[in-house]
């Protein structure tokens, strides 16, 4: 895919005119939330005036992006989508140059020093126990030590280029119910215990849960945000579990369906 610079034509257009990104905007709240409209809610996302937010859209119907029927009613048009998806896919290769292209180049990454390192060694990055190490060894990915540093201190590595070596952990997902079907009392805690052994991250949803862990000897690591808290450490690595009560258990399962993490399910609800 060819790289897309601010000095190309359809972005430089997009991006050097705020008329052009004002239309942009638009259009894309309209394609959000059509049929019914409100131009206020609009103008105040966007920062501008009811007035000027009607004024875009009727020049936008004008172009045949956007059909309007009844009052405060519009459809973005066939026209209305192709034009907000290339310019989408503009925008979209742009950042892609950004991000691959510049920053990578100026980018110092954070990480533990395995040994003693000193400025300038070329030191082979990894990932173990969620955070990046960096040793004088060979591996997939290699960056450049920009700082002297000791064991166990944390140091800079400048031009990393490779694949960093990890593998996702599994998130084990164990149900508990909540108190109107017995909360904590109505828990397996001899089959927790199983499963949560040599688990590095436990998170707890809902305080039957929190109850039922601390009945089983432990105590989360996570009590708040524990679900996003979860799918993070899992991209790092770390084997985790989530200790969460019945009615937030499928939205949770969705979640990480949606993040393609492994996952594992432990009813542990007594019947």
């Not at 000095?7 to 942009?24: C, H, I, N, V, Y």
């Not at 108190?179 to 590095?200: C, F, H, N, P, Y």
């Not at 009615?247 to 432990?266: C, M």
């Amino acid at each position: 895919m060819p790289t897309t610079t601010a000095g190309d034509g359809p972005l430089a257009t997009l991006l050097r005119s705020k008329r052009e990104t004002t239309r942009f905007q638009i259009l894309v709240e309209v394609a959000e939330h059509q049929p019914a409209i409100r131009q206020q809610e609009i103008a105040e996302k966007m920062g501008v005036t009811p007035q000027a937010v009607s004024e875009y859209i009727r020049e936008l119907a004008d172009d045949g992006f956007i059909s309007a029927y009844g009052r405060g009613r519009y459809e973005v048009t066939k026209e209305g989508i192709e034009w907000v998806l290339n310019n989408a896919e503009v925008l979209e290769n742009y950042a892609r140059h950004v991000t691959r292209d510049v920053i990578q180049k100026v980018r110092v990454w954070p990480a533990i020093a395995a040994g003693p390192l000193k400025e300038g060694d070329v030191v082979g990055v990894y990932m173990k126990d969620g955070w990046l190490y960096a040793a004088k060894e060979e591996r997939n990915a290699m960056g450049e030590v920009i700082a002297d540093a000791v064991a166990g201190q944390d140091v800079g590595i400048a031009q990393l280029t490779g694949l960093i070596d990890h593998t996702e952990g599994t998130v084990r997902v164990l149900k508990v119910p909540r108190i109107e079907r017995g909360g904590s009392r109505k828990v397996d805690l001899a089959g927790m215990q199983k499963v949560l052994a040599g688990v590095q991250m436990v998170g707890v949803v809902g305080l039957e849960a929190a109850i039922a862990l601390r009945a089983a000897g432990r105590e989360p690591d996570i009590t708040f945000g524990s679900r996003e808290g979860a799918v993070e450490a899992a991209f790092h690595g770390v084997e985790c579990a989530v200790l969460i009560v019945d009615e937030e258990f499928t939205d949770f399962l969705k979640r990480l369906e949606s993040a393609g993490l492994n996952y594992t399910i432990h009813d542990l609800i007594i019947p």
